[in-house]
């Protein structure tokens, strides 16, 4: 969106690193402090990240662009020794003050950091900076320090989820195994070589962001592409294509989202059909339900597989997938993500079992630590809350899961928030979940017979596997 590029290979990002953090050391940042992180899709802020945990810090990226009150909320919950912020980030045709919002959501918040840090994007804004708390970005850089070594079960960050249907859920992730099963995955799920260019089209404020565009790539030794803009409005729909030509990507990992905008926008690739895919080999969806007309859409478009993994942010990295580096099979059944990966198993109920990491949970609406609760694969009930955010499955005989919509309901011991909104008509489990306690075939008969026509196996087959599967995802009674 600022018709800019910048480019650094590894030594210049340890460089840059390592000088920021030598001046957070020199702003007091230690083992243990929390530092929240408040910026757009741009390379310093996944410099940020890093510089935080070479001091044995714990960062917590809050969302760009999101309002006052929500980064109030993580800042007095996170309590943050310092904050990074950029002063600005852009949308098509409009500029978001950062600075201003974060001014804003520290005179509401009950703590108070010792100073911000503020990188200036000079070639789009210049703003005012309060001499008495912030700090510009290139004063603070200073002599490089050596790394802080942690145990393996020391806090790497906290993530926030949104809290769309309840107070967000700070999610605190260790630091070795979690590692250690990113640069994994690279290769045994994504198929990626060090010499190959991997695009992550996501944001730094969401978990797939965390994994596969800050820790994932650079771990692995691989070349990751950042992309500060939108599918279709900046300028137009064909910067997926220009980028995957342009940096000769190997690999894509987005949302399903952005293929529905394109296709939408551009259905016949009237911008993207001059350039060049001939560099990519996958594309890898997850985050949300992919309907069958927009996933064969992508591959007939991309002329690629077209591969779907589920997980979550309490996970970290996909819970089923279809490994590329293990020769699975590049051509799996409809709406199925896979097969369990490693640390995980299949219960008879068809939950996914976690044998592996663990995350925590934290309660944003108690006392900061007071309700730390270990995620357990069965989701049980603890004593102050029970956190169930999965989406909905259904185990295939073949162990393959089929992941048919989103289920974002967290229960708690009074009461229970269900996710608002409407359902797409394509989704069936949403139409079932929207037909609250009316039968599934009834409620789909009426209102989603797109979605039981797209069924590869025909209109009986989806009622009668649907009808099947519809007591797994029943609401609890409030």
């Known amino acids: 969106m600022t018709n800019t590029g910048t480019s650094s290979d590894y030594n210049e990002l340890f460089e840059k690193v390592s000088r920021l953090a030598g001046g957070l050391q020199k702003l007091g940042v230690k083992k243990g402090d929390r530092v929240v992180i408040y910026m757009p899709l741009i390379p310093e802020a996944i410099m940020a990240m890093l510089a935080t945990v070479r001091l044995g810090a714990v960062h917590s990226v809050v969302f760009g662009g999101s309002f006052a009150s929500e980064l109030c909320t993580r800042i007095e919950h996170a309590e943050p020794k310092v904050i990074i912020a950029a002063n600005c980030g852009i949308e098509p045709n409009k500029i978001i003050h950062y600075l201003d919002i974060l001014h804003n959501a520290l005179e509401m918040s009950k703590w108070k950091p010792h100073k911000n840090v503020i990188f200036q994007r000079a070639n789009i804004l210049i703003s005012e900076l309060d001499s008495y708390v912030d700090v510009a970005w290139e004063k603070v850089l200073d002599d490089p320090v050596e790394c802080i070594p942690v145990e393996a079960n020391d806090p790497l960050y906290i993530l926030y989820t949104s809290g769309t249907t309840d107070k967000p859920k700070g999610i605190q992730r260790p630091t070795g195994g979690h590692?250690?099963?990113?640069?994994?995955?690279m290769n045994h799920i994504y198929g990626v070589q060090p010499d190959d260019v991997w695009w992550n089209a996501s944001d730094l404020g969401w978990v797939v962001g965390h994994s596969y565009i800050c820790y994932g790539p650079l771990l692995f030794g691989a070349t990751s592409v950042m992309y500060e803009g939108k599918p279709d409005r900046t300028p137009d729909p064909g910067q997926y294509f220009r980028i995957i030509e342009q940096h000769k990507v190997s690999a894509l990992f987005s949302v399903p989202t952005s293929f529905r905008v394109l296709r939408r926008t551009d259905p016949e690739i009237k911008y993207g059909r001059k350039y060049s895919l001939n560099s990519l080999r996958t594309i890898f969806i997850a985050g949300e339900h992919c309907d069958i007309e927009t996933k064969s859409w992508i591959e007939k478009t991309f002329k690629v597989p077209v591969l779907n993994n589920w997980w979550q942010t309490e996970t970290g990295s996909a819970?089923?997938?279809?490994?590329?580096?293990?020769?699975?099979?590049?051509?799996?059944?409809?709406?199925?993500?896979?097969?369990?990966?490693?640390?995980?198993?299949?219960?008879?109920?068809g939950n996914c079992v976690c044998v592996g990491t663990h995350s925590h949970v934290w309660d944003c609406g108690s006392p900061r630590y007071t309700r730390a609760l270990p995620v357990d694969t069965h989701w049980t009930r603890a004593e102050h809350l029970a956190v169930r955010p999965r989406s909905s499955t259904r185990r295939k005989l073949s162990s393959l899961t089929a992941v048919y919509g989103r289920r974002s309901q967290f229960t708690c011991p009074a009461h229970v928030v269900e996710p608002r909104g409407e359902p797409a008509k394509h989704d069936l489990t949403a139409a079932y979940l929207a037909g609250r306690r009316r039968p599934l075939q009834a409620h789909v008969a009426e209102s989603y017979q797109p979605a039981i026509a797209e069924h590869p196996r025909g209109k009986s087959h989806a009622l009668q596997e649907y009808d099947t599967f519809a007591p797994a995802v029943h609401r609890p009674e409030k």
């Open 319 to 349: 819970i089923t997938a279809t490994c590329v580096g293990l020769a699975q099979s590049l051509n799996p059944p409809p709406f199925t993500t896979g097969l369990p990966f490693c640390g995980y198993d299949k219960c008879r109920s």
């Open 179 to 185: 590692l250690v099963t990113l640069m994994f995955t």
